[in-house]
C-alpha cells in the first residue's frame, strides 16, 4: 500500500542551523503530498502541501519539493529557532485517508 | 472558534476493561476521522465519517473496537474489551466537506492518550 518513510529522530540543532528532514514515499498513483507538525500541547496541524511533481510547498521558512524522480518530499528551513522544537510527520494521501510516517521530533537549542 | 476537542487526554486502564473516547469536531465539519498512534510507529488511519455515516472503516483493527457518530455531531470510540496492544495516542480529526484528505485540510485534537496495564 501507500506510504512514507521518515528520518528517524530525534533531531537536535543549535538555534539558526539549517534543517533536513528526509521523507520518501511509496505509491501507485500521483498523491498529494504533506508535512504536519505538532507542537507540544497541541493536535497536528498541517505545515505545508504539494499536490503534483516539482511543487514546492512553503510556509513559515519550511519548504519542501515534491521529486517524482526520487519519490522523496525532504523538509528544510535555512535557520530554525528555538519555537520550531516539534515532531513533524511527513504524510500522504491515500483514498479518504491521510498515511503518515513515524514523525520526526527535532528540538532546537538556544 | 474551538477546535477539535477530544475527552479525555489521558486514560489508564487495566485488561479487559472498557474505556470510550470522545471526539468534538469544529462545529459544521462533517468529515470526521479516527487516527491512531502506538508508540514508535506511524498514525494509522482508523476510520472516516461523513455526518453520522461511515464512509471508510478499512482501518478499524478488529470487532473490539466501535464508533459512533450519533447525529452528525460528535464521535465516540469504544474499546471493549481493551487488550495490552490498545496503548497508543488515538487522534481524532475534522473537516469541512469541501476539504479533507485529499487536501490534507485536516484539524486534529490533541490526543486521548490510553494506557493499557
Known amino acids: 500500500g501507500d506510504s512514507v518513510t521518515q528520518m528517524e529522530g530525534p533531531v537536535t540543532l543549535s538555534e539558526e542551523a539549517f534543517l533536513t528532514i528526509n521523507c520518501t514515499y511509496t505509491?501507485?498513483?500521483?498523491?498529494?503530498l504533506f508535512w504536519y507538525v505538532q507542537y507540544p500541547g497541541e493536535g497536528l496541524q498541517l505545515l505545508l502541501k504539494?499536490?503534483?511533481?516539482?511543487d514546492k510547498g512553503s510556509n513559515k521558512g519550511f519548504e519542501a519539493t515534491y521529486r517524482k524522480e526520487t519519490t522523496s518530499f525532504h523538509l528544510e528551513k535555512g535557520s530554525v529557532q528555538v519555537s520550531d522544537s516539534a515532531v513533524y510527520f511527513c504524510?500522504?494521501?491515500?483514498?479518504?485517508?491521510?498515511?503518515f510516517g513515524k514523525g520526526t521530533s527535532l528540538l532546537v537549542t538556544p | 472558534e474551538a477546535g477539535v476537542t477530544q475527552f479525555p487526554s489521558h486514560s489508564v486502564i487495566e485488561k479487559g476493561q472498557t474505556v470510550t473516547l470522545r471526539c468534538d469536531p469544529i462545529?459544521?465539519?462533517?468529515?470526521l476521522y479516527w487516527y491512531r498512534r502506538v508508540m514508535g510507529k506511524e498514525i494509522k488511519f482508523l476510520l472516516h465519517?461523513?455526518?453520522?455515516?461511515?464512509?471508510?472503516e478499512s482501518g478499524m483493527p478488529n470487532n473490539r473496537f466501535l464508533a459512533e457518530r450519533t447525529g452528525g455531531t460528535y464521535s465516540t470510540l469504544k474499546v471493549q474489551p481493551a487488550e495490552l496492544e490498545d496503548s497508543g495516542v488515538y487522534f481524532c480529526?475534522?473537516?469541512?466537506?469541501?476539504?479533507?484528505?485529499?487536501?490534507?485540510?485536516?484539524?486534529f485534537g490533541e490526543g486521548s492518550r490510553l494506557t493499557v496495564l
Open positions: 480529526a475534522s473537516s469541512p466537506l469541501t476539504s479533507g484528505a485529499n487536501t490534507g485540510e485536516l484539524f
Open positions: 505509491a501507485t498513483g500521483y498523491p498529494s
Open positions: 504539494a499536490t503534483k511533481a516539482d
Open positions: 504524510a500522504l494521501n491515500s483514498g479518504y485517508a491521510l498515511n
Open positions: 462545529s459544521g465539519h462533517d468529515n
Open positions: 465519517f461523513v455526518k453520522e455515516s461511515k464512509q471508510d
